[in-house]
């Protein structure tokens, strides 16, 4: 079972930067897409950046010019840098992963969640 853990969140004042971290463990082979999603509340889940392996990222507008995602395949983790942190950034960050199983079968996989608070 391939399981993905998010550490980095917490309370914030805005103007101000946070890192997650989203670390995959499990009998992974190749880590294809990764990404992270927010869920704000009474909101659905939504897109808020992704990367390729060959390192091609994507970002909603919201987050353009704030947010850098990045990761390293050496240690199957993926990050989030947040700077200039708004309130409406506010939510619930989640990891996700897809993969190939070493013994080649594909998948997808959503970590538990990390809570990021920005106080106005």
Known sequence: QVQLVESGGGLVQAGGSLRLTCAASGPIARLNLMGWYRQ????????????????STNYADSVKGRFTISRDDAKNTVLLQMMSLKPE?????????RYTRILGRTGDSWGQGTQVTVSS
């Open 40 to 55: 704000a509340p009474g909101k659905q889940r939504e897109l808020v950046a992704d990367i390729t392996p060959g390192g």
């Open 89 to 97: 950034d506010t939510g619930v960050f989640y990891c996700y992963a």
